[in-house]
C-alpha cells in the first residue's frame, strides 16, 4: 500500500491507519496553505480503495482508529462514502473510531439524516480549519467555506453526535486585521462549542500567494508577543462549557493544553509570563509545520 506524498494529518492520527480516499483537497484556494501543491484534486478509484485496506487489515487486524485522507474526504456523497465505512468495519472488527478532515460546506451539504448515517458507521470526529472567525480575514485570504458554514457545520455535526476539532491560525490576519482576527474567532468559538480546539501559528510557505503579499509589503507578520497576545485575548473571550484545548503544535512559539472552563485562568496566568518574558519561547529554528 503505498501513500501519494505529501501526507498531512492531525497529530492526535499518528497511530491510526492512514486511508487515501481523496487526494489533494477539492478546494485548495487558501492563500496561505501549500499543503496540496503538487496534487492535483481526484477522487481515488474505489478498487485503490479497497486494495489498501485489505492490505492494511491483512497486517493490523487489530486497528482501532483510521484517518481518513487527503483533504477532505467528506466531498464525497454518502452514496459512495458510506459503503466504504462499511468496509472498514468489516475489515476491522475492533475498530471504534473513523475520523476526517472537512471543509464547512461539506457538511452542511449533507442532510441531518445523511450526517447521522455516517456517526451510525463509526465517522465520529471531523476535524476543521476554522483559521479565523472574521468573515473578512477568510475572504481575503480565499477559504472556500465562510465563517457560517462552518458554525453550522460544527453545530450540526454535534446534533448527530459527531465531535468536531476545530483549529485556529494565529496571526493570520497580520498586523493590519489582528483585533478583527481574534474578536471574530471569539464569537465563532462561542457558537461552536467544539469538543476539541487547536491553535497553530501562521507560518509564511514559500511559493503560496501570502508569501508573494508579504515580499511586496502588503501583509505584514506578527512577531512572537503580538501572537502571544492574539492566544490571550482569544482564550480570555472565549466561553466554552466543555472543551479540550491543545496549542502544542510545532509552529507554536509557547505550548499549552488544558480543559475549558476548567483551566482558563491556568492558561491566562501561563501567557501573561510569556509575555513579561519570565517563560523562555520556543527557538525560530525549531518552528515548523
Not at 51 to 78: K, P, S
Not at 204 to 216: D, N
Request: aromatic residues 8%.
Amino acid at each position: 500500500m503505498a501513500l501519494i506524498e505529501p501526507v498531512i494529518r492531525p497529530p492526535a492520527e499518528a497511530d491510526s491507519f492512514l486511508l487515501q480516499v481523496t487526494l489533494g483537497c477539492s478546494a485548495d484556494s487558501c492563500s496561505f496553505c501549500g499543503a496540496y501543491k503538487s496534487k492535483t484534486f481526484r477522487v481515488k478509484d474505489r478498487k485503490e480503495i479497497t486494495a489498501d485496506i485489505h492490505w492494511y487489515a491483512r497486517r493490523y487486524q487489530d486497528t482501532r482508529r483510521i484517518f481518513l485522507m487527503d483533504g477532505d474526504a467528506l466531498v464525497l456523497a454518502n452514496s459512495k462514502l458510506v459503503p466504504i465505512l462499511e468496509e472498514l468495519d468489516q475489515a476491522f472488527p475492533r475498530l471504534t473510531r473513523i475520523s476526517s478532515y472537512a471543509n464547512g460546506c461539506n457538511i452542511t451539504r449533507k442532510s441531518d439524516q445523511e450526517l447521522a448515517e455516517l456517526y451510525k458507521h463509526k465517522l465520529s470526529l471531523i476535524y476543521m480549519g476554522l483559521e479565523s472567525g472574521s468573515q473578512g480575514v477568510l475572504d481575503w485570504c480565499g477559504k472556500s467555506s465562510s465563517v457560517e458554514e462552518m458554525i453550522e457545520a460544527v453545530q450540526r455535526a454535534a446534533g448527530a453526535w459527531i465531535k468536531s476539532s476545530v483549529i485556529v491560525l494565529l496571526g493570520l490576519g497580520g498586523k493590519k486585521y489582528s483585533k478583527e482576527h481574534v474578536k471574530g474567532t471569539i464569537v465563532a468559538l462561542n457558537r461552536m462549542q467544539p469538543k476539541y480546539l487547536s491553535f497553530l501559528t501562521l507560518m509564511v510557505i514559500p511559493g503560496t500567494p501570502l508569501a508573494e503579499e508579504v515580499r511586496k509589503g502588503e501583509f505584514e507578520e506578527l512577531n512572537s508577543m503580538e501572537l502571544l497576545k492574539e492566544s490571550y485575548e482569544i482564550i480570555k473571550g472565549i466561553d466554552l462549557k466543555k472543551t479540550i484545548f491543545r496549542s502544542n503544535h510545532a509552529s507554536n512559539y509557547l505550548a499549552l493544553e488544558g480543559t475549558l472552563p476548567k483551566d482558563k485562568i491556568m492558561l491566562l496566568n501561563i501567557l501573561e509570563s510569556a509575555i513579561g518574558g519570565e517563560i523562555r519561547l520556543k527557538p525560530e529554528s525549531l518552528r515548523g509545520l
